[in-house]
Structures are given as C-alpha cells and as structure tokens.
C-alpha cells in the first residue's frame, strides 16, 4: 500500500459494501476480543506455577487494546460534543462472510482512530442533519502509517444496531435453543426513530423473523414515515431478506404502549427521563432490552425500577468502570463472554444490553469495509 497517499472512502463507497453478515461478523469479533482471559482456575491451563494468567495474544486469541475515549466539550454546551475512539484490536479472523472477511482465515490486526461528533440540535437545522458525524482512521498496524482515512457515519449507524443484533441472539434468542434465532417470531418494539431507530427497526425485520413491530417517536410524524418506509420497502423486497410473512407494522402514542407487548426493545433516544418503565413491560418478562441512547449519561431513557430487575450486560466492563458510573444495577457480563461461553440467561429474564458503542467495533467494520472495497477493485 502507498504510505505517502493514504485512501479516501467516502460514505457512498462505503454504503456500498455495507451488508449485515458483514457488519454483523465484524462487531461479533469485536465483541469477543475484549473480553479478558479470566484468572485461572479448575481446568484452567497456567504457565508456570504462581504465574499471571495468560495472556489472550499467547493464548493466539484475539484482544484489544482500547482506552477510554476522550470527550471534548465545543461551545461550553454539552449537547455539542467531539469524541476520540482509538482502538487496536489484534488477532481476529473474518471468515469471508459478507465479502468482509478473508475465506483463508487468516488471523488479521487493526489500528484504527474514530474521530466523531454528537450535535444533536443539527436536527433542527434546515436542511437538518445528522447528529452524529465520523469519520475513521485506518493505518498499518505495523509501521503506524496512516492508510485511509474512511467516512464513519454510517459505519457508528451500522456497527452500533449490529451490536443490538448480537446481543438480541444471544441474550434473547439462544436461551430458547441453539437455532432459536431462525425459529422463533418475536415482537418488536423501537422507541425512538432518528437515524438509530430507523435502522435498528429495518435490521431487526432483515436479521430475524419479526410478527410485529411497533414505533414510537416524540414526534410522531417521523415513525409515521418510518412506518411508510419500510411497509414499501419490505413489500418490495419481499423475496430477498424478510421471512415469509411481513410484519405488521404499528406506530403507537406513547413508548408504554410500544413496549407493551415487545419481547424485544430498542430504545435510542437523547432522552434524559425515562420513557419507559417496568409497569409498562408484559407481565411474563422474557424481554430484552438493546438500551444504546447515551444523552449525559447512557442510561436515563430507561427506568431505575427496569435496571433493577434486569440481568445487565455491557459491551466493554472497562469502559463501562469509565461510563457507566451511578448505573442502576449491578453488571451480569459482557456480551462477548456470552458468545465465548454460551453462559445464557434463563427463559424469563429480564435482560438489558447496555451499548455505550466501542472503538474496536469501528476499527473491525472499518476494516471488513476496507478489505471488501479493495476487492471490488481487484
Ligand atoms: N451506543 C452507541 O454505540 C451509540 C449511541 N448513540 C446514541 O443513540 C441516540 C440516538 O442517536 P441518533 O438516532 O443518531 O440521533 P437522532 O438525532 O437521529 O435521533 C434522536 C432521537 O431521540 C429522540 N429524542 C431526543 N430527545 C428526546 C426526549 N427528551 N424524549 C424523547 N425522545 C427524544 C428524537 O425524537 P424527535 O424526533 O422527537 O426529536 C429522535 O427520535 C443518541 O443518544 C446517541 O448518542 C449513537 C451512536 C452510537
Ligand atoms: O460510540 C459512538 O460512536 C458514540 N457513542 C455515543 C454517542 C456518540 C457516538
């Protein structure tokens, strides 16, 4: 690669590429990276009598390295904020899935900066715009040379509603059985429909087989459209992704009515009170909760008496020692471990998958992005 000309990928090259197995592959690795060996016990392999645990680089797993990020604060207003996300995340593999990946298995390493910014009043503007804006550097992670540098707006979209899909299958679906992901019918509720909510409600109907959807918005003329939008897409599309029969799609008054019936939530708003609360849930929990709105804190759009209830697990538990301080409720896990250990909650929990989006998941889809634009051009 030219080390003096790094690579611009603007955002509709890089929409071109985005697809789900991809994405979805890309953020499961992430996921499982950062979880850290645990202390050895039992049947635990150690190195040498009193020695640390190993470490997962000698184990030949895969690991992060992944600092808390630096928030700067722009115009004394803390609504306008500016986000350093540096990761590197070492010995991964992609398959091939979704053009991402490396059919050869060959075990990769990234280094990767995600500068991105969180203005939520260019809403209001007109034209408006997104609230969030990034963009991603990619460089080599032997010589430190910067790359590419890579649009990441839809990247933080795409990879933020891909940790939601991982954590619904294995936090929700796999307490049913091994394949209950592609078996089961599940209702669906999104609070919230800017730019997350939108697309966590089309992948939810694209990745597993939803009955029924139901949105909410404060404004309610966007879930209207959002309703439109994906009644039109889905009966149009209907041969390719979604399961055989469509889902009924509803827009409701209030988040209480949404949730109503939801064994499944998605709540992605700025909101600093809760919307929604534990009477507002079915009575027969079995319900998980993808909670990824991080206003001033990340977890003021869902109720106190909700954490309390709930099994809560996170992302990253080092970034959540940083980001989630005054949370509720204690933490159950991290996803990763779930996936690693196939250690899943019981039939009736009530779960919570705390997303505070992690630097590592940028750097893994950045790259699956990288590695599928350049063959395209092989
Ligand atoms: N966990 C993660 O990895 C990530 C989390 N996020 C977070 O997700 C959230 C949504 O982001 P995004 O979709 O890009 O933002 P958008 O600006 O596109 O949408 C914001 C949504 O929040 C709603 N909202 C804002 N304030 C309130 C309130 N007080 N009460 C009820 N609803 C409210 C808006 O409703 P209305 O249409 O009425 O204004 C709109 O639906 C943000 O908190 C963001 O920080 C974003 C990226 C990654
Ligand atoms: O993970 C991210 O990217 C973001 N998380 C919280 C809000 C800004 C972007």
Redesign the pocket.
């Known amino acids: 690669m030219n080390t003096l000309a790094p690579v611009f990928y603007n955002a509709e090259s890089v929409r071109r590429v985005l697809n789900w197995p991809m994405v979805n592959e890309a953020v499961e690795a992430a996921l499982k990276a950062v979880v850290k060996p645990k202390a050895p016990v039992g049947d635990e392999p150690m190195d040498a009598i009193g020695s640390e645990p190993q470490s997962n680089e000698s184990r030949g797993r895969s690991y992060v390295s992944q600092p808390a990020r630096n928030v700067t604060v722009a115009s004394n207003d803390p609504s306008k904020l500016l986000l350093t996300m540096p990761a590197f995340v070492g010995n991964y593999q992609l398959t091939g899935n979704g053009a991402g990946g490396d059919a050869s298995n060959v075990a990769r390493s990234t280094l990767a900066c995600k500068v991105v910014t969180?203005f939520?009043s260019n809403?209001l503007l007109q034209p408006p715009l997104?609230?969030?804006n990034a963009n991603i550097l990619l460089f080599n992670a032997h010589t430190g040379e910067l790359e590419a540098l890579m649009a990441g707006t839809d990247i933080?979209?795409w990879r933020?509603v891909s940790?939601s899909l991982v954590a619904t299958k294995y936090l929700y679906f796999r307490r049913f059985g091994p394949r209950a992901e592609q078996q089961l019918g599940i209702n669906v509720a999104v609070v919230?429909?800017?730019?997350?909510?939108q697309l966590h409600a089309a992948a939810m109907c694209a990745n597993f087989r939803v009955d029924k959807l139901t949105l909410y918005?404060?404004?309610q003329i966007?879930a209207v459209q959002l309703a439109n939008e994906l009644r039109q897409r889905m009966a149009h599309d209907s041969d390719s992704c979604y399961g055989p029969k469509l889902p009924d799609i509803q827009v409701c008054g209030s988040a209480g009515e949404a949730v109503a019936e939801a064994d499944v939530i998605c709540i992605?708003?700025?909101?600093?009170?809760p919307?929604i609360r534990a009477s507002d849930l079915r009575e027969k929990r079995s319900v998980h909760i993808n909670a990824?709105?991080?206003?001033e804190v990340h977890f003021g759009e869902v109720s106190d008496d909700i954490y309390q209830e709930s099994l809560v697990y996170v992302d990253c538990m080092e970034n959540a020692r940083h980001e989630l301080v005054g949370l509720p409720a204690p933490i159950a896990g991290e996803v990763g471990d779930v996936i690693i250990n196939g250690n899943y909650p019981d039939e009736q929990a009530l779960t919570i998958f705390q997303?505070?989006?992690m630097a590592s998941e940028d750097a893994c889809v950045a790259e699956a992005v990288q590695t599928a634009l350049l063959s395209c051009d092989k």
């Open positions: 969180s939520r809403r997104p609230s969030i933080t979209t933020t940790a919230g429909c800017g730019a997350q909510g918005n404060r404004t966007r992605a708003t700025y909101a600093k009170e919307l990824v709105g991080a206003g997303s505070m989006g």
